[in-house]
């Protein structure tokens, strides 16, 4: 199977997880936490339920990381190739229905995220990405080619997290740098607007688990853009515990992913 093929069926599957995190969200659902006080639902159970089961059946001899199931003690240990799952990131973004969720599906190959789908099934678009075949965007309009944009000569526009991180410590990290636009959005779909060229710069400046950006992540490396740590090193996978450290998103090249300097 093509690298093509193989992100085919995977958009396939993150559609039909979609799906079922789409029937819990039309319904009146019930919130629960789990033990680190996250919030989980139905949704997120249904979805990984249907993600575990069609990986298990296209590729039986890849182990498969996922949230619920690490949540539950159930998960293997990572390894040089594994999929990384979390069948609904930005939970609190589906509490608050305000469509800004998704369904992440990566696959891992030594410690990089070779292959992501990023798909919103509330806002009707998917992303998805392999490295060195490019990223696209399918939504009501089609299939489309997406890529990082090149420097805006206003300056960058950054995106950050709706419902978490600190504002303050953004405004810190950002000072002094050309910023002409700042947003916020949900779960994985920070990523994606940086790969499709309508943000510059995601910086997180908070705790986040691999899960939660390893999909996002193929598919902006697959548009031309970068993960980096705060000192410069790429984003790995696989680490001990799986807990990220504080990075940047890029879609530009260059000294601290292309941010430049605005001076007087």
Same mark, same amino acid.
């Not at 099934?121 to 990405?129: I, V």
């Not at 299939?143 to 805006?152: D, T």
């Given at each position: 199977m093509?690298?093509?093929e193989l992100l085919d069926r995977i958009s396939a599957i993150a559609r039909a997880a979609g799906t079922a /995190?789409?029937?819990?969200y039309a319904s009146d659902f019930a919130v629960r936490g789990k033990a680190d006080q996250s919030p989980v639902t139905e949704a997120d159970e249904r979805a990984e339920a249907v993600i575990l089961e069609w990986l298990a059946e296209l590729t039986p001899d890849i182990p498969v990381i996922s949230e619920e199931q690490s949540a539950a003690g159930l998960a293997p240990s990572a390894c040089d190739r594994f999929w990384l799952v979390d069948p609904l990131d930005g939970t609190r973004e589906f509490i608050q229905r305000n469509g800004e *969720?998704?369904?992440?599906?990566a696959l891992i190959e030594s410690g990089r995220p070779t292959l992501g789908v990023v798909a919103a099934? /509330?806002?009707?678009?998917? *992303?998805?990405?392999a490295l060195g075949y490019g990223a696209s965007v399918h939504d009501a309009a089609g /299939?489309? +080619?997406?890529?990082? +944009?090149?420097?805006?000569a206003e300056g960058i526009t950054v995106v950050s997290s709706r419902s978490h991180g600190d504002r303050d410590e953004l405004d810190r990290f950002l000072l002094g740098r050309k910023v002409a636009a700042s947003t916020g959005a949900g779960s994985s779909l920070k990523f994606c607007l940086v790969a499709a060229g309508e943000a510059d710069l995601y910086p997180r400046l908070g705790r986040t688990m691999e899960w939660d950006t390893a999909a996002g992540h193929a598919v902006l490396a697959a548009a031309?853009? &970068?993960v980096k740590t705060l000192a410069g090193d790429d984003l790995r996978y696989g680490k001990p515990g799986l807990d990220?450290?504080?990075?940047?998103? &890029?879609?530009?090249?260059?000294?601290?992913?292309?941010m430049t300097r605005e001076h007087a």
């Open positions: 093509t690298p093509l /995190a789409m029937q819990v *969720f998704t369904v992440n599906i099934p /509330a806002l009707d678009r998917l *992303f998805a990405g /299939a489309h +080619r997406i890529a990082c +944009r090149g420097l805006p031309g853009g &970068s990220n450290p504080h990075f940047v998103a &890029s879609g530009l090249a260059g000294p601290l992913c292309g």
